[in-house]
């Protein structure tokens, strides 16, 4: 919502004022909230733009109180103003306290096939920009590990330059400023000389100059011969060796190579809201990485029983049924490295997700210690079990792969907002366990955490 301004306007400045304040409480709210604000469905499943609408709880949107005031009581905002609202506007019968404001959300249990006891919460929709979220987010976390390995720089071209100088060049590129210092120093050697051989003073000189033509002989010739035109106002003579001009040479910068490689399980137990967890994890930690680095490679690959490299958006929308063997994914995230980022080159981040079902995980180890073994910055691996999945009453946990994970190697274990998180700083290896979408945010910072934080 945009502030606007006008010096003519009375009250413009309390209007404005009040706009920033509104602003303010909006953004106090989403940072108040930003757990729930980014597992917001609308955000993760948006067809385009950058901009996406939020739901900002605790806040009304502005609205008009009807009728005559009545002294003792209370606004609508809960505010003393020694006269309260008297009988409403509209149709229908109607007694003080019902609520009559329709945008309000659903209590627990409302709206989801469940009776509920509790009033509705009132929440605005703010337009809120992507960038803006990531900032809110993420200000202070990067890739992990990355500064613990010799970074393989490119040379990656950034546009064009104008810093080399040279003799010779054509007059729409000639440097100005270089040429006249060129010429005032030749002009001040040449008048030295002249001064030295004639006696007469600097204006003279360069007088004498001019007149010559630029001949130090016919110069001082002049000045011995007393022919100086005296009204001559001295100025400095440009000769060819003078000119000086920029040439224009391609730029580059020198930046860090980091590639992510992002898997995720499609098989037939991921459920709606499993996947809905899985996409919405790296849909965050996709939009952060392209904010936040300049050369960061990212390569999706989607598994039942076999695995495929796909692009972007078949990455966030493609579904499918069938088996499941996690180690499908692992090794064609190994032969990525093999064949296209080498360790000695690159950083390689891999971030994947399932809901732990595997049909060969004695397997998926096998290829998991491979992958490590060429000591990768990272590997994580993060295990979506919604609380509310039909699948979760029947699942045992010592069966699912993250359990695999934990019992052949040591792991310290962290806990935040009811789920777990575990890490292996020899092996780079970090595990975590997402229940619900509240879960998403502190994921994020286990996987994005720097190492010195």
């Known amino acids: 919502m945009a502030v606007i301004h006008h010096p003519d306007w009375d009250l413009s400045e309390r209007g404005k004022k009040d706009a920033e304040r ?5 953004d106090d709210a989403i940072r108040k909230n930003v757990r729930d604000v ?28 009807h009728g005559h005031p009545k002294k003792g009581s209370k606004s609508g905002d809960g505010n003393e103003d020694g006269e309260g609202q008297g009988q409403g506007a509209g149709q229908g019968p109607g007694k003080p306290g019902d609520i009559i404001d329709q945008r309000r959300k659903p209590a627990d249990g409302q709206g989801r096939g469940k009776p509920g006891d509790k009033p509705g919460e009132d929440y ?14 993420f200000e202070d976390l990067g890739l992990p590990w990355i500064e613990e390995k010799v970074k393989a720089n490119q040379l990656v071209p950034s546009g064009w330059k104008f810093d080399t100088i040279t003799k010779k060049g054509i007059l729409p590129r000639i440097h100005k400023k270089r040429t006249m210092l060129e010429a005032i120093k030749r002009n001040e050697a040449y008048a030295g000389e ?21 001949d130090i002989n016919d110069a001082i010739k002049i000045i011995n011969n007393d022919a100086v035109d005296l009204e001559l106002d001295p100025y400095v ?47 965050w930690m996709v939009e952060f990485l392209k904010k936040v680095y300049d050369f ?95 699948y979760s009453a029947y699942a045992n946990p ?15 274990e962290d806990e935040e907002n009811g789920t777990s998180f575990y890490k292996n700083e020899r092996l ?26």
């Open 22 to 26: 509104h602003h303010k409480k909006i």
């Open 38 to 65: 980014i597992g917001e469905e609308s955000i993760i499943t948006r067809k385009s733009g950058k901009t996406v609408r939020v739901p900002v709880k605790g806040m009304r949107d502005y609205r008009f109180l």
């Open 124 to 137: 605005i929709e703010a337009e809120v920009d992507i960038d803006y979220l990531i900032k809110i987010m």
């Open 194 to 214: 002249i001064m030295l051989a004639t006696g007469c003073d600097h204006d003279d000189a360069l007088r004498a100059l001019q007149q010559s033509v630029g």
């Open 237 to 283: 003579l440009i000769e060819d060796e003078d000119m000086r001009y920029k040439q224009i040479e391609q730029a580059y910068e020198l930046h860090s190579n980091a590639v992510v490689i992002a898997m995720m399980d499609i098989s037939g137990s991921m459920g709606p809201e499993k996947k809905y967890l899985c996409r919405s994890l790296l849909f």
């Open 296 to 390: 960061v490679d990212i390569k999706f690959i989607v598994h039942t029983t076999d695995a495929k490299i796909v692009d972007e958006h078949t990455f966030f929308h493609t579904g499918e049924s069938g088996g499941t063997y996690c180690w499908s994914a692992i090794e064609k995230a190994d032969y990525l490295v093999e064949t296209e980022y080498p360790i000695n080159e690159r950083n390689v981040y891999c971030v994947y997700v399932s809901d732990g079902e595997d049909f060969e995980p004695s397997k998926t180890l096998q290829y998991l210690e491979k992958l490590l073994s060429k000591k990768i910055s990272m590997f994580s691996y993060n295990q979506v079990l919604p609380e509310d999945d039909p």
């Open 398 to 412: 010592d069966q699912l792969l993250l359990e695999k994970i934990r019992s052949k190697w040591d792991f310290q």
């Open 428 to 453: 780079h290896l970090l595990l975590s366990t997402i229940k619900n979408r509240t879960h998403v945010y502190p994921t994020l910072k286990h996987i994005l955490f720097k190492k010195d934080k």
